[in-house]
């Protein structure tokens, strides 16, 4: 079990630019999620999967923002145009969910890709 | 909405206890309370969850109201390691996300 991995760890682009970020979840979770996170705040959440299946994207998800997870595997999250505001840490979580209940599911997060928009 | 309150900042001396609250005072019959730590440059990481009962695990307590509107998460004697944001989530039966609030940062003195 080596965790879920995030790549790049750093990213500075210049404003108008696209990026694009991967993660590798924990290879039995079927479920992964993104997050985002600002200097002080506690993670915001963005969107989630099941396999491959995106179930919820959140409305801080602008249309300059898409997510994918081919074959229920690895994930990216790409920014197109990106922004000032879009400079923060971008943080990637698995787990396992059987079912319905969520009590006792537990996330498992990457370490995180820190961008910075110039 | 994370509909959970905690302070935002905590001190603790070096192999002391130490309890963190969490106001939780909405919450409904079926949500679980679970617990969450970030470490300075990480992500978060999973601490310790419960519905009613007062639970125990390697890294903390949790001690959770008779009437479920507040827990506390304790942790027996804090080490420099412990120094992190501890974050306090609802989470509902039939959700999937966390939804975090701001948390508690916790400072360790030697």
């Known amino acids: 079990d080596t965790g879920v991995s995030q790549n790049p760890r750093h990213k500075i682009t210049k404003r108008g630019q696209n990026v694009t970020f991967r993660c590798d979840p924990i290879?039995?979770?079927?479920?992964l999620y993104w997050y985002r996170q600002t200097l002080g705040q506690g993670p915001e959440f963005l969107t989630y999967f099941q396999n491959e299946a995106q179930l919820e994207k959140s409305r801080l998800l602008s249309d300059r923002f898409s997510a994918e997870r081919p074959k229920g595997s690895f994930s990216t999250l790409e920014i197109q145009r990106t922004e000032q505001g879009d400079s923060a840490m971008y943080l990637c979580?698995?787990?396992?969910?059987?079912?319905?209940?969520?009590?006792?599911?537990?996330?498992?997060f990457g370490s995180g890709t820190q961008l910075s928009v110039l | 909405d994370a509909k959970t309150t905690q302070p935002n900042s905590m001190e603790s001396n070096e192999e002391e206890p130490v309890h963190l609250p969490c106001n939780h005072s909405t919450i409904s019959g079926t949500d679980y309370i679970h617990w969450y730590r970030q470490l300075p440059s990480q992500g978060p990481e999973y601490v310790i969850h419960g519905l009613t009962s007062n639970v125990n695990n390697r890294m903390a307590s949790l001690a959770i109201a008779e009437d479920r509107k507040s827990s506390t998460l304790i942790l027996h004697r804090a080490t420099l390691r412990d120094a992190a944001v501890y974050y306090c989530i609802r989470i509902y039966n039939q959700g999937g996300k966390l939804i975090f609030g701001q948390g508690t940062e916790l400072s360790v003195k030697p």
């Open positions: 290879s039995e979770h079927n479920r």
């Open positions: 979580a698995s787990s396992t969910r059987d079912g319905v209940s969520a009590t006792n599911e537990k996330l498992f």
